[in-house]
Nanobody, 126 residues
Framework: QVHLVESGGGLVQTGGSLRLSCAAS????????MGWLRQAPGKEREFVAAINWAGTSTYYSDSAKGRFTVSRDNAQNTMYLQMNSLKPEDTAVYYC???????????????????WGQGTQVTVSS
């Protein structure tokens, strides 16, 4: 099973940027889609972004579209989430997930994943 570790979270002011990383080890990172989810205090976990196995197709939530960019480097077994123009409502724990299939729909259309990271806290101050 692939082990996922997120990093890059922190405290940032409104309008600032952060780049999250998700490092994978122990499995077939480059053969499946990956994604980012987040969970804010008192709220349900929600989808943020997905990327297919090759990095050629991406999909975003409405709240992330135009501000966040997901990418991956299969040679480095790492996925990224560049977050710009951050807002207080982006405050959450961000999780990376490894899908069971190769397409972005395998992240978006399910809540069942092969692997989860432990999460990284993102806090956006107003």
């Amino acid at each position: 099973q692939v082990h996922l570790v997120e990093s890059g979270g922190g405290l940032v002011q409104t309008g600032g940027s952060l780049r999250l990383s998700c490092a994978a080890s122990g499995g077939n990172f480059g053969s499946t889609a990956m994604g980012w989810l987040r969970q804010a205090p008192g709220k349900e976990r929600e989808f943020v972004a997905a990327i297919n196995w090759a990095g050629t197709s991406t999909y975003y939530s409405d709240s992330a579209k135009g501000r966040f960019t997901v990418s991956r480097d299969n040679a480095q077994n790492t996925m990224y989430l560049q977050m710009n123009s951050l807002k207080p409502e982006d405050t959450a724990v961000y999780y990376c997930v490894k899908a069971r299939g190769t397409a972005t729909t395998d992240v978006v259309q399910t809540t069942e994943y092969d692997s989860w990271g432990q999460g990284t806290q993102v806090t956006v101050s107003s």
